[in-house]
């Protein structure tokens, strides 16, 4: 198993502003992601994070709204810029990893964020 | 990812099994059955997988029909702790996961 850790665990930020969440793995992995999950609601992904080169969205989502930094295969960040009050929402990485042929997805604890 | 449909709430006795089943009809060959669960916000908790066969571990159990098109997660003797949201996911293997609206489980003393 992953053993994932985000920061910050929860924030609360004026709308306008921006704030990046990083995600740290003890191992190299393959597969890194960001999802989001609104209040009440299942979770939405938001991109593949990719080691080296531009993440890959999911339709709905925006590189100049959710940019995603990944310079490693144990790390990437997460930004959520120009807040607005809807942006509210927990925010968890994920990570996949091959065992035995086959992928198992870990995920972080999340970051749960509140814009006023 | 295939579609998978799932009942909004179930209850449990305590100590009493739990199965919750899944409906995943459009599944494809090399798609796999996930479960994961989701207690109070916190990070999705990964429970089993499995293809074809049925999967057993020390969380629960795995049983997935002959045609593949359903599966049924088995929490053999529920706890409280065992209160959740459940979700059952189909895909491939890339780690990208498509989450349904799953099933609350309330596990009741």
């Known amino acids: 198993s992953a053993v994932i850790s985000q920061k910050p665990s929860r924030d609360i930020c004026q709308r306008g502003t921006s704030l990046t969440i990083q995600c740290q793995v003890d191992s190299q992995v393959t597969m890194m992601f960001w999802y989001r999950q609104q209040p009440g609601q299942s979770l939405t992904l938001i991109a593949t994070?990719?080691?080296?080169?531009?993440?890959?969205?999911e339709s709905g989502f925006v590189i100049d709204k959710f940019p995603i930094s990944r310079p490693n295969l144990t790390f990437s960040t997460l930004t959520v810029s120009n807040m607005s009050p809807e942006d509210s929402s927990i925010y968890l990485c994920s990570v996949g990893t091959w065992t035995g042929g086959e992928t198992e997805a870990f995920f972080g604890q999340g970051t749960r964020l509140t814009v006023v | 990812d295939a579609k998978t449909t799932q009942p909004p709430s179930m209850d449990c006795a305590e100590g009493r099994a739990a199965n919750l089943p899944c409906n995943h009809s459009t599944i494809s060959g090399n798609e796999y059955v996930y479960w994961y669960r989701q207690i109070h916000s916190q990070g999705p908790q990964y429970i089993i997988h499995?293809?074809?066969n049925n999967e057993t571990n020390e969380m629960a159990s795995l049983i997935i029909t002959e045609d593949r098109k359903s599966s049924t997660l088995i929490l053999p003797h529920a706890t409280l702790r065992d209160t959740a949201v459940y979700y059952c996911i189909v895909r491939v293997n890339a780690g990208k996961s498509t989450f349904g609206d799953g099933t609350t489980l309330t596990v009741k003393p």
């Open positions: 994070a990719n080691q080296g080169s531009e993440a890959t969205y």
């Open positions: 499995g293809l074809k």
